[in-house]
């Protein structure tokens, strides 16, 4: 028999996890779309262009999300984070040296290829692992830290372009923190001892929570068995349309409220208060959800994500901006 490992190891892994996740949303998603006005302003380039940036951000992230099942399978949880740690350094390190757009693609195609390395599908993965009697609230935790990070993203790049006055010094400083925060995840992270020793009979078997609730794993519902239900479908579409809103959101929204006459702190502003709602939510859902059919919950996000979007396009006023934020 494994002997139960250690509470202080597991939360000293869940806070460094949290750390990562936390710092990967608000240096991606939370920075890009303040930073790019400077950086379009500088090196005069089109918005059509620079918004190409952040396309390849998202479309990697999207596509590399697949990597870390595979490189954990293959080589280990801890090869995933300094891979990741070693792909997001590097890539920040070319979004601060840029000067021409081929160097400024480059960067975010490696800031969003090390992204989902960082970020919540391993994270998930290894907290499930260590905290398996409090996997709710462990998740519930996580995402929202993660969530929070899109909060301090703004607010950091406006504190410091408006201190040194150069959007350059963001950009490296998120390559010195992410490349520690790696180099940390290396060091500490690992897979929990009871998995890494358990037959595939005894991991395939259901499992029961502390309150003696079943959760079943894959013997009784099989990820193809999954893939092929209109539920699934249903959910892929509503994470795609709600990931499309964000991205619009994040990259447009202050180049956008700076054409109808939003100064950038406001809309900088706006989005860092869009982010806490939304970390928020993330912990509010985990609550309810055992009480109220998630269905539901889905149906009202997506209504309250149209009202957002249509309050952004006429965002002009703390009324729309609110609803948009809230939204």
Request: glycine residues 10%; aromatic residues 8%; hydrophobic residues 55%.
């Amino acid at each position: 028999m494994i002997a139960k490992p250690h509470r202080l190891t597991r939360w000293l892994i869940f806070l460094v996890l949290s750390a990562d996740f936390f710092m990967v949303v608000g240096s991606t998603y939370g920075s890009l779309g303040v930073a790019l006005p400077y950086m379009i302003e500088e090196m005069n380039w089109s918005w059509t262009s620079a918004g190409s940036g952040f396309t390849i951000l998202a479309l990697m992230s999207g596509l590399g999300s697949v990597l870390p099942a595979v490189i954990i399978r293959k080589i280990g949880i801890r090869a995933n984070y300094l891979g990741g740690g070693l792909l997001m350094a590097g890539g920040f390190t070319m979004l601060a040296l840029a000067s021409d757009l081929p160097r400024y693609f480059l960067g975010t195609f490696m800031v969003g290829l090390g992204f989902p390395l960082l970020a919540n599908v391993p994270g998930v993965q290894v907290i499930t692992q260590w905290m398996p009697d409090r996997r709710s609230l462990a998740i519930g935790a996580f995402m929202t830290i993660g969530g929070l990070g899109g909060v301090f993203g703004p607010l950091l790049v406006t504190a410091i372009v408006e201190a040194t006055g150069s959007w350059r010094l963001h950009w490296a400083l998120m390559a010195a923190v992410i490349l520690i925060l790696g180099l940390l995840s290396t060091l500490i992270v690992r897979s929990a001892p009871e998995l890494a020793h358990a037959g595939d009979d005894e991991a395939s078997l259901p499992k029961h929570s502390a309150r003696g609730k079943v959760f079943y794993t894959s013997q009784n519902w099989s990820g193809r068995d999954a893939l092929k239900t209109p539920q699934f479908i249903f959910i892929a579409l509503a994470l795609t349309m709600s990931m499309f809103c964000v991205l619009t959101g994040n990259t447009w929204a202050v180049a956008h409220m700076d054409t109808l006459g939003v100064a950038t702190v406001i809309a900088a502003g706006s989005l860092s208060v869009a982010a806490a709602v939304n970390a928020s939510s993330r912990m509010l859902g985990g609550l309810v959800a055992t009480r109220i059919d998630p269905k539901w919950l889905l149906a009202s996000a997506l209504v309250a994500e149209a009202a957002g979007m249509l309050a952004l396009a006429v965002a002009d006023n703390p009324l729309a901006i609110a609803i948009f934020a809230i939204g």
